[in-house]
């Protein structure tokens, strides 16, 4: 791992190196600011032994004062130049993606071709920015006359989002250049050069062109078509070689022999005028039906190619992104922090709270109903509450009281014993008096509550029910939770109200009513179109394009798969409902790149639930078949 790695540098820190060599070093480096600002970009760093050498000094910065100027989608933007302690940087704007020549090199790696509607749309947009840059102009309108010099599938970045970038200006012919090139002295890839250029002659946009000419033809056949075995033979090939002919590599590509013998012309005479012409005739091919559009994008092309890669980048970012360690750093500070209040107490908390857990759940299977009790202190009466609360929570009463469990809990004098066996006490008395009850009478018991003693009041005990048709529900006397209040005399039935004799049946209570469920949210209509139109089912039955759904959970087919222009796929997608909205994911029968809603990338089959949303876009593309299909979902909610 190199040194700077992790390393701040300046107001950047450097994340990890991504290259190395010429005069400088390449590292992926991120821009914080305040309130969570962050940007990454590229920190271009110049190797220290040669920052005394003043001719290197001018050629790297070249590159940031002639890109600085330039203002254009497909050029790479320069962010900050300077010196951070002796060492020379230029922090350039970070494309996520891969250079034209890696490109090509994965598609001749699985003997798979560039599709020949994505290398023009490629090429044409390198032709854009070229042109941009060639016309520039400064402050005052006077041309920059600016020749890039070091044209090839290197210096062409293409993301994963499918833009197109131009990069490493610093060989560029400007007028805004310190340093001037001496005539005889060349600069660049050999094998990309224009004649003029190998010839060490004066230079101008047609150069450019020349370059870009060879660059479409190995993005066509893999192949630069005057590479040869040494710089010698190379540079004579260049000069009075002729390339093959593309059709000699796939007939299909004839369509494109008048383009390319235009753009490699030895004559600088002979070739397109500028980088617009050359662009314009690149994409006449597409408007005028002579090449058919690709049905996937550039962004999907890539996205499918270099779907490995991309997850290890990404995760690459996550494990070097200072953020993770802040985030750690945070998570350990909370924890110390947790320590400082008391390790034993939040431990026996902790048990606390599971066994608190427990007993209600216990308390649930024996009828028991829970109204506080095993969360809130208990008081023996109003006065006993009120000298405790005004003592300030220096509670002191029996041991077998709430109260002093709240003292010892205090004083962190085994407060999880404490609780534990407190807690134990209150369900086995209520199970005793339950037991003890049922063998007195033949109903079913009702359910009890258990709740905070109080005294009763002194001039009633027995409340007399009222003399209505139906019986009234007759209330009787709630047992003390505690352990000295449960057990009942011996013999003798626990003091009930008064109760009139014709009403005993009716002192079976009915069983307890099942409390009524809400209507579980997100039941309503689902509208589906696909196109092409294929059949439709829910859970294996046909439905039509607008149904109902009955379940939160189901499972949505679409298609077989049988037809790839009609049925091209067998799209199975399992939906769930929740709070008004609802939520896919997506798999298919052959494996699909997936589009979202405005062309939103969202990854190959199988996916994932997605996000939940009232309408759904699902656009399956599988560029090696030819395949396609669109379906929306549209959720109503009731």
């Not at 940031?64 to 002796?86: C, E, F, P, T």
């Not at 005539?183 to 020349?210: C, H, N, W």
């Not at 029996?398 to 407190?422: C, V, W």
């Not at 009787?476 to 005993?504: C, D, F, G, M």
Request: net charge negative; glycine share 6%; aromatic share 6%.
């Amino acid at each position: 791992m190199a040194q700077a790695e992790g390393s701040t540098f300046g107001k950047y820190i450097l994340l990890k190196r991504l290259a190395i060599g010429g005069m400088g070093e390449i590292y992926l480096a991120k821009l914080t600011g305040p309130e969570g600002f962050e940007k990454m970009l590229v920190i271009k760093r110049m190797l220290s032994h040669h920052t005394e050498n003043q001719r290197y000094v001018d050629m790297f910065f070249a590159e940031a004062r002639v890109a600085a100027q330039l203002n254009h989608s497909s050029i790479v933007q320069i962010y900050d130049m300077g010196q951070i302690d002796d060492v020379y940087y230029i922090a350039m704007e970070y494309v996520h993606g891969k250079s034209l020549k890696e490109v090509i090199d994965h598609a001749r790696a699985i003997e798979s071709l560039i599709p020949a509607p994505l290398v023009v749309e490629t090429i044409s947009r390198l032709c854009d920015a070229l042109g941009y840059a060639h016309e520039a102009k400064d402050m005052v309108g006077d041309s920059l006359g600016i020749v890039h010099r070091d044209i090839n599938p290197y210096n062409f970045l293409i993301s994963y989002s499918g833009e197109s970038k131009v990069i490493d200006f610093g060989i560029a012919k400007s007028e805004m250049a310190t340093h001037k090139t001496e005539t005889g002295t060349i600069k660049g890839k050999f094998v990309y050069m224009s004649p003029e250029q190998s010839a060490a002659l004066e230079l101008d946009a047609r150069s450019d062109i020349f370059s870009i000419g060879i660059c479409l033809y190995e993005a066509l056949t893999y192949r630069n078509p005057f590479a040869k075995g040494n710089a010698v033979l190379s540079l004579d090939a260049i000069q009075r070689q002729d390339p093959p002919p593309l059709a000699e590599f796939k007939e299909e590509y004839e369509v494109f022999q008048d383009i390319v013998d235009r753009a490699l012309a030895k004559n600088p005479d002979d070739r397109f005028s500028s980088c617009r012409e050359f662009g314009d005739a690149l994409r006449a091919l597409l408007d005028d039906g002579i090449l058919e559009r690709h049905p996937i994008s550039l962004q999907d092309y890539m996205n499918e190619v270099f779907r490995d890669q991309i997850i290890e980048e990404k995760r690459m970012i996550l494990e070097t992104d200072s953020a993770t360690t802040r985030e750690l750093e945070r998570m350990r500070q909370e924890e110390e922090n947790n320590r400082g209040l008391g390790l034993e107490a939040t431990v026996a908390e902790s048990d606390a709270h599971l066994l608190l857990k427990k007993v209600a759940a216990a308390s649930d299977v024996v009828g028991l109903e829970d109204t506080g009790i095993l969360t809130e202190p208990m008081f023996r009466s109003e006065a006993e509450k009120t000298i405790m609360e005004n003592s300030g929570g220096n509670k002191a009463g029996r041991a077998g009281d709430a109260t002093e469990y709240e003292h010892q809990l205090s004083q962190s004098s085994k407060p999880g014993n404490m609780l534990i066996g407190f807690c134990l006490l209150i369900v086995l008395a209520a199970l005793a008096w339950m037991v003890m009850n049922s063998s007195q009478q033949e109903a079913p018991l009702p359910k009890l509550t258990i709740a905070p003693v109080v005294e009763p009041p002194a001039e009633a005990v027995t409340p007399t029910p009222e003399p209505v048709a139906k019986p009234a529900r007759v209330e009787t006397p709630k047992p003390v939770a505690q352990a000295k209040a449960a057990p009942v005399a011996e013999n003798k039935k626990p003091v009930v109200a008064a109760r009139e004799p014709q009403v005993k049946a009716d002192r079976t209570p009915k069983p307890r009513p099942k409390p009524k469920l809400k209507a579980m949210p997100g039941f309503g209509n689902l509208q589906i179109s696909t196109i092409p139109p294929v059949p439709i089912q829910l859970n294996g039955r046909k439905v039509g394009q607008t149904f109902k759904l009955k379940n939160m959970k189901g499972t949505l087919t679409f298609g077989s798969g049988d037809d790839p222009q009609s049925n091209p796929f067998k799209v199975t997608m399992r939906y769930r409902v929740n709070d008004g909205e609802i939520s896919y994911s997506v798999n298919s029968e052959p494996w699909a790149i997936v589009r979202g809603a405005q062309g939103i990338g969202l990854g190959r089959t199988p996916l994932d639930y997605q996000e939940p949303t009232k309408r759904a876009v699902f656009e399956l593309l599988n560029p090696k078949k030819g395949l396609h299909q669109r379906i929306t979902l549209r959720f109503i909610s009731p």
